[in-house]
């Protein structure tokens, strides 16, 4: 299968969300000024500027450019340009009857990294489960799915996955505490091939996979397993990507990421080498039984 060109309609709507809210700010007019030249509800401007509104139209985006001028005709244009990629659909739409929607808008997100730092305390990363450990997850996950609902699932894990071993495209750091070794999913020949696999990917130039042991003591991410998106252009701020059983939740606020970025550092340094963790991982695979 060829590469998939690295351009996702999220990040268009992202980052043409972004700009629609800058533009009005520097106009000087309030949201309720906009809809009422407009004759819109209110909360329309409001889910246009966070992104709820998904696939905005070209007219919409050429009223409020309209209204808040200060482009000139190439700035006008390179706008439009992003309103028409945002409205593309993404590999995943295919998949949209198994993926929730904020899973669908992370593997968006996800499309453009140029980085992703991953800290997980029992869960292999998605970006780097073997198929037999994706499919005892999806059960324990998803009792009721259907074989088929499994099969597709997986194979999103899969596409997801190309990114990293295949193109490798996408630096990927990878914290795992020490859980994830002791964490059965599936039987032991599941579980030993996935911590082989996880001992070899931090082998690829574009990997680095650490362990961070229960002898590391407390420390702040505690609370829970988080991702760290990083993309190419300098518009683009990190993404913090938190999840739970039945929602996720994206950070974007610079305090928020710089907290998270400081608490990933931390632990990396009180993590093992990556040496060293590859060397755990297959003694653990080793010794299971």
Same mark, same amino acid.
């Given at each position: 299968?060829?590469?998939?060109?690295?351009?996702?309609?999220?990040?268009?709507?992202?980052? &043409?969300?972004?700009?629609?809210?800058?533009?009005?700010?520097?106009?000087?007019?309030?949201?309720?000024?906009?809809?009422?030249?407009?004759?819109?509800?209110?909360?329309?401007?409001?889910?246009?500027?966070?992104?709820?509104?998904?696939?905005?139209?070209?007219?919409?985006?050429?009223?409020?450019?309209?209204?808040?001028?200060?482009?000139?005709?190439?700035?006008?244009?390179?706008?439009?340009?992003?309103?028409?990629?945002?409205?593309?659909?993404?590999?995943?739409?295919?998949?949209?009857?198994?993926?929730?929607?904020?899973?669908?808008?992370?593997?968006?997100?996800?499309?453009?990294?140029?980085?992703?730092?991953?800290?997980?305390?029992?869960?292999?990363?998605?970006?780097?489960?073997?198929?037999?450990?994706?499919?005892?997850?999806?059960?324990?996950?998803?009792?009721?799915?259907?074989?088929?609902?499994?099969?597709?699932?997986?194979?999103?894990?899969?596409?997801?996955?190309?990114?990293?071993?295949?193109?490798?495209?996408?630096?990927?750091?990878?914290?795992? $505490?020490?859980?994830?070794?002791?964490? %059965?999913?599936?039987?032991?020949?599941?579980? %030993?091939?996935?911590?082989?696999?996880?001992?070899?990917?931090?082998?690829?130039?574009?990997?680095?996979?650490?362990?961070?042991?229960?002898?590391?003591?407390?420390?702040?991410?505690?609370?829970?397993?988080?991702?760290?998106?990083?993309?190419?252009?300098?518009?683009?701020?990190?993404?913090?990507? &938190?999840?739970?059983?039945?929602?996720?939740?994206?950070?974007?606020?610079?305090?928020?990421?710089?907290?998270?970025?400081?608490?990933?550092?931390?632990?990396?340094?009180?993590?093992?080498?990556?040496?060293?963790? $590859?060397?755990?991982?297959?003694?653990?695979?080793?010794?299971?039984?």
């Amino acid at each position: 299968m060829p590469a998939r060109p690295n351009r996702s309609p999220t990040v268009r709507h992202k980052r &043409l969300t972004a700009e629609l809210r800058r533009l009005r700010a520097e106009s000087g007019l309030t949201r309720d000024d906009v809809a009422a030249r407009l004759d819109w509800h209110p909360t329309k401007i409001t889910r246009i500027e966070t992104g709820q509104w998904t696939r905005l139209n070209l007219r919409d985006v050429r009223d409020l450019l309209d209204i808040y001028g200060g482009t000139d005709e190439s700035q006008r244009e390179a706008l439009l340009q992003l309103a028409r990629e945002a409205r593309q659909r993404g590999w995943w739409h295919s998949y949209g009857d198994v993926l929730p929607s904020e899973y669908a808008h992370f593997i968006g997100l996800e499309a453009e990294t140029a980085s992703i730092r991953n800290y997980e305390q029992v869960l292999v990363p998605g970006l780097l489960q073997t198929d037999g450990y994706t499919r005892a997850v999806v059960q324990a996950f998803r009792p009721t799915d259907t074989p088929e609902d499994i099969d597709r699932r997986a194979a999103v894990r899969h596409e997801r996955q190309r990114r990293v071993t295949d193109e490798r495209s996408v630096q990927l750091s990878a914290v795992l $505490g020490e859980g994830v070794i002791h964490q %059965r999913a599936g039987d032991p020949e599941i579980m %030993r091939e996935q911590l082989r696999f996880l001992a070899d990917a931090g082998d690829l130039p574009n990997v680095m996979v650490q362990v961070l042991p229960y002898s590391a003591g407390a420390h702040g991410a505690m609370a829970g397993s988080f991702a760290i998106l990083g993309f190419p252009q300098p518009i683009d701020p990190d993404v913090v990507y &938190l999840e739970n059983m039945s929602s996720a939740l994206f950070l974007e606020e610079p305090d928020e990421i710089a907290r998270y970025v400081q608490v990933f550092d931390y632990l990396r340094a009180m993590a093992l080498s990556p040496h060293d963790s $590859g060397d755990m991982l297959r003694t653990a695979a080793e010794e299971l039984q």
